[in-house]
RNA sequence: GGCGCCAUCGUCUAAUGGUUAGGACGCUACCCUUUCAAGGUGGAAAUACGGGUUCGAUCCCCGUUGGUGCUACCA
């Protein structure tokens, strides 16, 4: 035994990884490097019935992508393996058969009809639902008896009497009454173990220092606890997260938004902007530190477990956005830094998926140039994906009434009307050597001085046209960068 | 119902016996830019309630309320 940190994310493979499993895997990954320890993956795999065909494989590529990375796992393998549950079976057996001899365990033979049936009396009776031991009483003739008869059993675990005191590293000290515990079962029919014992038997065979797990554990950790102690061994340190909710407080639910991480790798968040931000879901560097902005390397530095907060945190998507744009920019930046002749490079990058294979051929070179161009600011301002900067350049757009039409820059369908034609006249006199920016922008502002309007009146609307987007490049840069004749053509194709 | 956990701006949070209760997101006003966005400077916005303890409670204790988790041969 070493005293080295170990600690461990026990996913149980259901399909996807939820941003709060992601959550509870950071935070163990964080604290296990900041004290230079190991940090582990374990596939809890021992229901059957929920077998999803490829979501370990899913769940291992999205933390990966978010770079928490385990020391052991059931790909790259270690000491303790083998760490998917299933293929564990011997190591729970032999287990409970110790705690079978040393009276820690009964078998029950009880139906789940009689189950049912006692907990509906119980229930009636306003007591609370547990077993009630029937078959703890059993004599070892009688057990041996219906198991030769090929009775179906489960394995329980009896629990001791008495108070139970956990030390929880979040939430100090809880108590429990015994009373209020079920005999829990740790064998199922199926000879198959449940969560509790396998969790057990594979923190401790795993040599886990430290749990670091979801709330919704904390009742269940007497149980776990007694386990330690009728095997004899020293448990682990505990700490119960708190839950990750939805805006009503409830706990965050597919119903109410995505919570697959693959599902924001998908709209273009930054694996960084995702860290940063579950990362500040409920810690908190302390000390009344104010800087926000947290890389991998600087959340391993500063994490500790005394800040984690113990109240949930609502999973606040305007808050990512923010994130994701300051992350944005920021790898931008550097990107550029490192290699400033390469810009042109860094921006087709990020605008690949939207320009289409003809505009990289030669003839559509120029536009493509010129779009980059009027793009390049906006990329390192504005918090949108530079994609939708640049779509508008090689698709025409729709006719937009919701953003064409606003009420803040005093632009309705009259103004429209009356603006259209002007800039469409103005335009169309501009020749080849007279396209620049600047007499484009001379020209618009004709416009305005002679309909005796303001300059939002034209701009926006013309802007709003030729890119179908709220927000983009200037209306100058635009016109300039689509060019005469496809600039009048998306002015002319409007049906007022 | 029983048991457990939780409670500072709308949201994420800082401060902890003595502060004009701080920051960020969002919202908002103005400036900048002859449009939007971005940027700059301001603004509105919180200690759930009731009792204690104390010279003094956001902070400590108790209760109430509210929220939430567990109460499976799921994890």
Redesign the pocket.
């Known amino acids: 035994m070493n005293s080295q940190v170990r600690t461990r994310f026990a996913p149980?493979p259901t399909g996807y990884l939820h941003v709060g499993g992601a959550r509870t895997a950071l935070y163990a990954y964080l604290f296990a490097k900041k004290h230079n320890g190991q940090f582990l993956l374990r596939i809890?795999d021992?229901?059957q019935k929920?077998f999803v065909e490829g979501a370990m494989e899913n769940l291992m590529k999205s933390l990966k992508w978010l770079g928490i990375n385990w020391d052991e796992g059931p790909d790259n393998g270690g000491p303790h393996g083998p760490y998917i549950q299933s293929q564990r079976n011997d190591k729970y057996t032999a287990a409970v058969n110790q705690l079978l001899e040393n009276g820690y365990a009964y078998k029950c033979f009880c139906?789940?009809e009689e189950?049912d049936e006692m907990?509906r009396k119980q229930e009636a009776r306003?007591e609370?639902?547990m077993y009630n031991r029937k078959c703890c009483a059993l004599t070892k003739e009688e057990v041996d008896a219906k198991v030769a008869a090929g009775m179906?059993f489960?394995i329980r675990q009896k629990i001791p009497e008495g108070m139970i005191v956990i030390e929880d590293l979040i939430?100090g000290k809880?108590?429990?009454?015994s009373k209020?515990i079920?005999d829990q079962?740790l064998v199922?029919?199926?000879g198959f173990p449940?969560?509790h014992l396998a969790n057990v038997v594979d923190d401790h065979d795993m040599e886990i220092t430290h749990v670091i797990r979801g709330?919704?554990?904390?009742?269940?950790t007497p149980k776990h606890i007694w386990l330690y102690q009728a095997f004899g061994w020293t448990p682990p340190q505990y700490a119960h997260l708190s839950?990750l909710?939805n805006a009503?407080?409830?706990?965050l639910s597919k119903r109410q938004g995505d919570v697959a991480v693959e599902e924001y790798i998908q709209k273009g968040y930054t694996q960084e902007a995702i860290i940063n931000f579950i990362a500040?879901?409920?810690w908190?560097p302390?000390?009344?530190i104010?800087k926000?902005i947290y890389s991998m390397r600087e959340l391993i530095e500063d994490f500790s477990l005394d800040?984690v907060?113990?109240?949930?945190?609502?999973f606040?998507l305007?808050?990512l956005d923010?994130y994701n744009w300051q992350w944005r920019r920021r790898k931008f930046l550097e990107e550029v830094e490192a290699n400033p002749l390469n810009r042109k490079a860094i921006l087709l990058k990020e605008c690949e998926e939207y320009i289409a294979p003809e505009y990289k051929t030669a003839d559509k070179e120029a536009l493509l140039d010129r779009a980059l161009k009027t793009v390049e600011e906006k990329v390192i301002?504005?918090?949108k994906p530079v994609n939708d900067y640049i779509k508008f350049y090689f698709v025409a757009p729709q006719f937009k009434p919701d953003i064409v039409y606003s009420e803040k820059?005093k632009v309705e369908e009259a103004t429209v009307k009356q603006v259209i034609p002007e800039v469409i006249a103005t335009i169309s006199e501009l020749s080849e050597e007279q396209w620049t920016e600047e007499n484009i922008?001379v020209a618009l502002?004709g416009i305005v001085a002679k309909l005796g309007l303001k300059?939002?009146q034209v701009?926006?609307p013309v802007?709003a046209i030729l890119t179908g987007e709220?927000?983009?490049p200037?209306?100058f840069e635009v016109i300039w960068a689509l060019g005469k004749r496809e600039t009048l053509s998306r002015l002319t194709n409007i049906h007022l």
Request: hydrophobic fraction near 30%.
């Open positions: 149980s809890e021992t229901d929920r139906t789940q189950l907990r306003h609370a639902p179906p489960v939430r809880v108590r429990f009454d209020s079920d079962v199922k029919s199926d449940t969560y709330e919704e554990w904390l009742p269940s839950l909710l009503d407080r409830s706990k500040f879901l409920g908190h302390g000390k009344g104010e926000e800040n907060h113990k109240s949930g945190a609502i606040n305007e808050k923010w301002q504005d918090p820059m922008k502002v300059n939002g701009f926006w802007r709220q927000f983009s200037g209306v």
